[in-house]
């Protein structure tokens, strides 16, 4: 094979572009040979053997031999000597790679993969994402052979039952090296499930702060939304929040009792499924706030470095609910891998403010809740270990478990994790936010919340009376605004997941409902909604009838009308009021004293 042939099959494929100033050696630096001078050339007389490196270099301006060089002549051989003064091998090449076109694109230009270390540093991800932890594992150059097979397989910490081994008694009777779980390390999980959450609007996480300002209880409540693509995150996924659905509870001042698995599960799930853009549960949120004993308007700062973020019981609640959510995953031997669950918490920042931190656990976490290997502990930053047990009723197998963490000389050193260990080894960080332009699928959350007993009550009189007014107001003269006002009304979860309980509309007409929530003049023109506004007529109380001489006079004349009376009722109301000219109190009474200093108004 001659060297023209060569580099034709090499290169040209790949659509280096081949220019008379492009030079080749064996080495770094030095001894550089113009490719023009190679023609004819053998890989043999060359020197060259399998394994060999080459250095390609390319300049913009002509070449000139570097001094003491010896030329040669392209039409004699080359040595193959190793050593050989002559041996062309012995000249350079080094690539601009800027000027440089690799299968049809700048190689600075090639886009890199998205597990890139340098790119999550200089981006400051902490975590890679599910999807570029895969791509890290079984990257695309791996042969087809192994991308066929599942390169996942779920944590287990539980010992195999039987034993693959079959050479005695299924534990507890018996165990042995093949059926028991290996050592665990204790260490910081590469990926993450969900790299962000997005909550559509803060009136979502306004409204849900209602019930815990008007109460003091703490609240809790599933995330109804959906998953998308993350952009800031190479293969990112983010969980965008659409509503929070409270299920039944019982709220406490430091705490609250809620029951699993909640009995509308399945009808609120069927229900999200029917949307526009398909709804799910994408986690849960719950409040932990507690004001300050020297101003209510604040609250005390609880959650930090020098404590905890997360406590041992919610993160095992939280190991739970991603063990009964699991991702269904084609790249893991058991067809589900990990949890997009995601855990939001509503406490206070360093101000006093309410703010928001979302987290995940790890799928060690995970696993060791699954083996009833874990349990909370009275301080809340502490995880503590179980011990063995071998009763057949109640066995648990327990492995040792190790962390690793710097000491105080900056000396990394691996310690026992029983009888405990910092919840801080479970976690995984998710960000959060808002959008810059909200646009909110459910548009409307003044609709009563479910699950409030005496604070929000939901009764069908009080819905099929805001359905007359608001149908009334669509007749009228400015029919276009109250149809956009009664859009809007319609548009709010917490109304359709009602209006489903009630049974007042058919399973078609209410999962049509939810579908056109963002354009309900098509609901309007359903037999269901006719029969749904019937029952709103005949349910209303009888308005006062008004004459044909009435319904002649515009809408405008009527809203004069009621703005004159309104400015004059402010008019008395201030001719009314006194303020007293020694504390500035307003007093509305007719008395000739202040009621807050008792001196004379004057």
């Avoid at 539980?158 to 390390?185: D, E, L, M, Y």
């Avoid at 702060?209 to 109804?224: K, S």
């Avoid at 006093?352 to 009275?378: L, N, P, R």
């Amino acid at each position: 094979m001659i060297y023209r042939s060569w580099w034709t099959r090499f290169l040209k494929p790949r659509r280096v572009q081949i220019r008379p100033s492009i030079t080749i050696s064996n080495q770094p630096r030095g001894n550089e040979t113009p490719v023009s001078r190679l023609k004819g050339r053998t890989l043999q007389s060359l020197g060259l053997k399998h394994g060999d490196m080459v250095f390609v270099g390319y300049k913009s301006g002509p070449l000139s031999a570097p001094p003491g060089a010896e030329t040669t002549d392209p039409s004699q051989p080359v040595s193959s000597t190793p050593h050989s003064a002559t041996n062309v091998w012995d000249q350079t090449v080094t690539l601009d790679f800027a000027n440089t076109v690799l299968m049809g694109c700048a190689i600075t230009a090639c886009p890199v993969e998205p597990y890139d270390a340098a790119y999550q540093a200089e981006h400051s991800i902490k975590h890679l994402s599910f999807h570029a932890y895969l791509r890290k594992m079984y990257p695309k150059t791996s042969s087809s052979a192994a991308q066929a097979l599942p390169p996942l397989t779920p944590t287990s910490y539980k010992v195999k039952v039987p034993c693959p081994s079959g050479g005695h008694p299924s534990w507890p009777a018996g165990i042995c090296t093949a059926c028991q779980p290996s050592p665990i390390t204790l260490q910081s999980q590469p990926f993450r499930m969900v790299d962000h959450l997005e909550i559509a609007s803060q009136d979502i996480v306004e409204r849900f702060l209602q019930a815990w300002r008007a109460t003091g209880l703490q609240r809790f409540g599933w995330l109804i939304g959906h998953y998308e693509p993350y952009e800031k995150v190479p293969m990112g996924i983010k969980a965008v929040v659409e509503a929070i659905h409270e299920p039944p509870q019982e709220g406490e001042l430091d705490g609250l009792t809620l029951g699993l698995p909640w009995e509308d599960e399945p009808r609120v799930r069927e229900l999200a499924q029917s949307a526009t853009v398909p709804l799910t549960i994408v986690g849960y949120i719950f409040t932990d706030l507690e004001p300050t004993a020297e101003d209510r308007t604040k609250n005390v700062y609880k959650r930090h470095s020098q404590s905890f973020f997360v406590s041992s019981l919610e993160a095992i609640f939280a190991a739970t609910v991603q063990n009964a959510y699991p991702t269904p995953s084609k790249s893991s031997t058991t067809g589900y891998f990990g949890s997009r669950m995601v855990t939001a918490i509503l406490s206070a920042s360093e101000d006093g403010q309410v703010d928001i931190s979302a987290y995940q656990v790890s799928e060690q976490a995970c696993a060791m809740v699954e083996a009833d290997m874990i349990e909370a502990s009275v301080e809340p930053g502490i995880v503590r270990v179980k011990e063995e047990d071998r009763n057949h009723e109640s066995a648990r197998y327990v492995p040792d478990v190790f962390y690793r963490y710097k000491n105080e000389y900056g000396i990394e050193v691996k310690k026992s994790a029983k009888p405990c260990f910092p919840v801080e080894y479970l976690l995984v960080n998710v960000t959060h936010g808002f959008p810059q332009n909200p646009s909110p699928l459910f548009r409307s959350t003044n609709f009563a919340i479910e699950n409030r007993p005496g604070l929000e009550d939901q009764h069908v009189e009080n819905l099929l009376g805001s359905l007359n007014q608001l149908s009334v107001s669509a007749q009228g003269n400015r029919e276009l605004s109250n149809r956009v006002e009664l859009a809007k009304w319609l548009s709010d979860w917490h109304l359709v997941v009602f209006l489903d309980s009630t049974q007042l509309l058919s399973k078609d007409d209410i999962k049509n409902l939810i579908r056109i929530v963002t354009s309900p003049d098509a609901l309007v023109k359903t037999e269901g909604w006719q029969t749904l506004m019937t029952f709103a007529h005949e349910s209303a109380p009888s308005q006062p009838s008004t004459s044909r001489k009435d319904q002649d006079i515009p809408q405008e004349i009527f809203d004069q009308i009621a703005a004159e009376e309104a400015a004059s009722r402010e008019v008395r109301t201030k001719s009314r009021t006194r303020i007293c000219p020694h504390c500035t109190f307003e007093n509305d009474h007719s008395g000739n004293d202040c009621e807050v200093c008792g001196l004379p108004l004057g």
